[in-house]
């Protein structure tokens, strides 16, 4: 069973425009989440995170929102830009529950185009 | 800043041959972490160490074996490999007693089995 979900497996934006990819979680032990950026033939870049105990957490054109209720967050990067173009997976740990492992999402390729 | 590194970058074996993936985690990191990801995947998380002891246990199969050494680079070992064990293998590292569990992948080692 898919505890991290990510339904859109693609997403496509102008450049300029806002960026936006969700995920969704089932399990409520789950205390902090991150956003992986990945480009082909090279491993998953950090890109921003967010602890449980907070809704939005910024860090330059990149912001998560975490909605605790709805087990939703979302990564919205504004403006978009052409080297923005990845796929984007969402991943959750239970640092609580003693456990450090990262459950991952599918993943959404974004494509910038111009 | 000095990366995780994997070696080697690509591997092809044979069926039933054995197979070793080496980590080396960022200085002072002393949590490595070990996934898998299989074509069209996301990441699923092996094994995981940290002070080379074996911290956590995901789905590695028991032909697989792993461990961390004291300076605290990690070896995966990999026997009696199968077609199926075609995949990405990232190494990650993290820094323990940080209040964020943010982990830092390596470029992945891409094994072929034929």
């Known amino acids: 069973d898919q505890q991290v979900k990510q339904n859109s497996p693609s997403l496509s934006v102008q450049e300029g425009r806002i960026s936006i990819l969700n995920c969704d979680y089932t399990n409520s032990m789950f205390d902090y989440f991150l956003w992986y950026k990945k480009y082909p033939a090279e491993g998953p870049t950090f890109l921003i995170s967010?602890?449980?105990?907070?809704d939005k957490n910024e860090d330059g054109r990149f912001t998560v929102f975490l909605n605790k209720s709805a087990k939703h967050l979302s990564l919205h990067i504004v403006p978009s830009q052409p080297g923005d173009s990845a796929v984007y997976f969402c991943?959750?740990?239970?640092?609580?529950?003693?456990?450090?492992?990262?459950?991952f999402g599918a993943g959404t390729r974004l494509a910038v185009h111009p | 800043a000095a990366g995780v590194i994997q070696s080697p970058r690509h591997l092809i074996k044979e069926k039933r041959e054995t197979a070793t993936l080496k980590c080396y985690p960022i200085p002072r990191h002393d949590t490595v972490y070990w996934y898998q990801q299989g074509p069209g995947q996301d990441p699923q998380f092996l094994i995981s160490?940290?002070?080379?002891?074996?911290?956590d246990k995901g789905s590695i199969p028991d032909r697989f074996s792993a461990q961390q050494f004291s300076d605290y680079h990690s070896e995966l070992n990999m026997s009696s490999l199968e077609l199926g064990d075609s995949a990405l293998y990232f190494c990650?590292?993290?820094?323990?007693?940080?209040?964020?569990?943010?982990?830092?992948f390596g470029p992945g080692t891409r094994l072929t089995v034929l």
């Open positions: 160490f940290y002070e080379k002891m074996q911290s």
């Open positions: 991943a959750a740990s239970a640092r609580a529950g003693g456990y450090n492992k990262l459950i």
């Open positions: 990650a590292s993290s820094l323990s007693g940080r209040s964020y569990n943010e982990q830092f």
């Open positions: 967010i602890s449980s105990i907070k």
